[in-house]
């Protein structure tokens, strides 16, 4: 059984930085693609940012873009989102979650596994 478990939320100022981790357990991490994502109250959840199993391939929401670093280490099957300059908008429940492939995806339905979610709320 493949677990995911987010680390490393909390509370930030609005432009702070913060940086969430996901480990895996249960089963090789690679070759499958990794992706965030994230739920506000009242709100559906939104695709934040994936990446490919070798690391070479992202992609983000308009919203993060220039702003969030998606980023793995399969030898620690952990990944890794770096959120800079953060704002109020930003504030949500953060999940990462294990694609059905190695093909990187915004669809919440291409994903098999999912954690528990790690709160990060920000200040204005």
């Known amino acids: 059984q493949v677990q995911l478990v987010e680390s490393g939320g909390g509370l930030v100022q609005a432009g702070g930085s913060l940086t969430v981790s996901c480990a895996a357990s249960?089963?090789?991490?690679?070759?499958?693609?990794m992706g965030w994502f994230r739920q506000a109250p009242g709100k559906e959840r939104e695709f934040v940012a994936a990446i490919s199993w070798s690391g070479s391939n992202t992609d983000y929401a308009d919203s993060v873009k220039g702003r969030f670093t998606i980023s793995r280490d399969n030898a620690k099957n952990t990944v890794y989102l770096q959120m800079n300059s953060l704002k109020s908008e930003d504030t949500a429940v953060y999940y990462c979650?294990?694609?059905?492939?190695?093909?990187?995806?915004?669809?919440?339905?291409?994903?098999?596994?999912w954690g528990q979610g790690t709160q990060v709320t920000v200040s204005s």
């Open positions: 979650a294990e694609a059905v492939s190695t093909r990187i995806t915004a669809r919440r339905d291409e994903y098999k596994f």
């Open positions: 249960g089963h090789t991490f690679s070759p499958y693609a």
